[in-house]
């Protein structure tokens, strides 16, 4: 008995240092690509802290379990939570003079480039049955099925797909595309803006952060992104951005992307459900693709889709814009 509590007092000890030494370095995720992924997988930090802070306490090694329960509030604090979703009766009330107008559904799926699958994915969309879509790593394949599929549903589209990388983006839109932008900066893949007159939409998609000088790209094209929107945002330019950030909300990267562009999540603040290896039973999935409004814009309905061959899902929004 003797040597298996020495040998539970070494485990937990290592364990509980390499918890410390985790959650400091996610404080400095801004600085480094391997802090940065420490922070992104904040959550299974949290749930690697909770569970070894109770068996420390079942076997009443108070000085581990302790320190664990400082670990707790110190990962909590910096998790960037959503908004609330309201139904869209609660937005109607004449006591605030609010103007409901009407809504409109979006969707955002990285299909992965590498996905056979088309078939699935169209389905999926056709079973979604939103205003506009957005496409992450399109490729020319993909991109010829889907301007044939939904060319009387959604006639107006916009590609760039791309079959060297996977970094092809298309929109395809029920409303008219007034315009489009293709926003490009040094070192970074592109993102592609459309104006859909009310509304503009801008779809992303940024390097994986692996390597400092990919974590450097994805960190250039957020801020560049944010400074963007800023800049030209004018009164009721309702704004969406989306796409897959290769970025989870617990990361202080994240934080710098909502503030500097003004926008806030559309999921529900307790939405943690990962959309990237998004299994069932897979706790290192990731909540990496996002979408993204301005202030004029409340979030009605936020879902994430099914299995559709790619090893992300889809992420869908009903909005619903509001002026007083």
Same mark, same amino acid.
């Given at each position: 008995?003797?040597?298996?509590?020495?040998?539970?007092?070494?485990?937990?000890?290592?364990?509980?240092?390499?918890?410390?030494?985790?959650?400091?370095?996610?404080?400095?995720?801004? /600085?480094?690509?391997?802090?940065?992924?420490?922070?992104?997988?904040?959550?299974?930090?949290?749930?690697?802290?909770?569970? +070894?802070?109770?068996?420390?306490?079942?076997?009443?090694?108070?000085? *581990?379990?302790?320190?664990?329960?400082?670990?707790?509030?110190?990962?909590?604090?910096?998790?960037?939570?959503?908004?609330?979703?309201?139904?869209?009766? =609660?937005?109607?009330?004449?006591? +605030?003079?609010?103007? /409901?107008?009407?809504?409109?559904?979006?969707?955002?799926?990285?299909?992965?480039?590498?996905?056979?699958?088309?078939?699935?994915?169209?389905?999926?969309?056709?079973?979604?049955?939103?205003?506009?879509?957005?496409?992450?790593?399109?490729?020319?394949?993909?991109?010829?099925?889907?301007?044939?599929?939904?060319?009387?549903?959604?006639?107006?589209?916009?590609?760039?797909?791309?079959?060297?990388?996977?970094?092809? +983006?298309?929109?395809?839109?029920?409303?008219?595309?007034?315009?489009?932008?293709?926003?490009?900066?040094?070192?970074?893949?592109?993102?592609?803006?459309?104006?859909?007159?009310? +509304?503009?939409?801008?779809?992303?998609?940024?390097?994986?952060?692996?390597?400092?000088?990919?974590?450097?790209?994805?960190?250039?094209?957020?801020?560049?992104?944010?400074? =963007?929107?800023?800049?030209?945002?004018?009164?009721?330019?309702?704004?969406?951005?989306?796409?897959?950030?290769?970025?989870?909300?617990?990361?202080?990267?994240?934080?710098?992307?909502?503030?500097?562009?003004?926008?806030?999540?559309?999921?529900?603040?307790?939405?943690?459900?990962?959309?990237?290896?998004?299994?069932?039973?897979?706790?290192?999935?990731?909540?990496?693709?996002? *979408?993204?409004?301005?202030?004029?814009?409340?979030?009605?309905?936020?879902?994430?889709?099914?299995?559709?061959?790619?090893?992300?899902?889809?992420?869908?929004?009903?909005?619903?814009?509001?002026?007083?």
């Amino acid at each position: 008995m003797p040597s298996f509590n020495k040998f539970a007092d070494v485990v937990l000890a290592a364990i509980a240092l390499i918890l410390v030494l985790a959650t400091v370095a996610a404080f400095f995720a801004r /600085v480094h690509w391997i802090c940065d992924t420490l922070a992104n997988l904040r959550i299974q930090g949290l749930i690697a802290i909770a569970s +070894i802070l109770v068996v420390s306490a079942m076997l009443r090694r108070w000085r *581990i379990t302790l320190v664990l329960s400082l670990l707790l509030p110190l990962n909590l604090i910096s998790m960037n939570l959503g908004t609330t979703i309201q139904p869209v009766d =609660h937005l109607a009330d004449d006591s +605030i003079n609010a103007v /409901v107008q009407k809504s409109i559904r979006v969707v955002s799926t990285n299909v992965l480039a590498l996905n056979p699958n088309h078939d699935a994915i169209i389905e999926e969309l056709r079973t979604l049955d939103t205003d506009v879509i957005a496409v992450i790593e399109l490729t020319p394949q993909l991109a010829k099925r889907l301007r044939t599929t939904f060319a009387t549903t959604h006639p107006h589209q916009t590609f760039h797909d791309r079959d060297d990388n996977n970094f092809g +983006i298309g929109i395809l839109s029920r409303l008219p595309i007034l315009s489009t932008e293709t926003l490009r900066w040094p070192g970074t893949p592109i993102s592609l803006e459309a104006n859909l007159g009310d +509304i503009r939409l801008i779809a992303t998609h940024p390097y994986p952060p692996i390597g400092q000088a990919n974590f450097h790209s994805r960190n250039r094209q957020l801020t560049q992104l944010s400074e =963007h929107i800023r800049n030209t945002m004018v009164e009721n330019r309702r704004t969406v951005l989306l796409g897959d950030f290769n970025l989870t909300p617990w990361n202080a990267n994240f934080t710098d992307l909502l503030t500097t562009s003004g926008l806030e999540r559309a999921a529900d603040r307790w939405d943690f459900h990962p959309t990237w290896y998004a299994y069932r039973w897979f706790a290192l999935g990731l909540l990496i693709d996002h *979408i993204l409004i301005s202030d004029d814009l409340t979030c009605t309905e936020y879902s994430i889709g099914e299995d559709c061959g790619s090893d992300h899902r889809s992420v869908l929004v009903t909005l619903t814009a509001t002026k007083e």
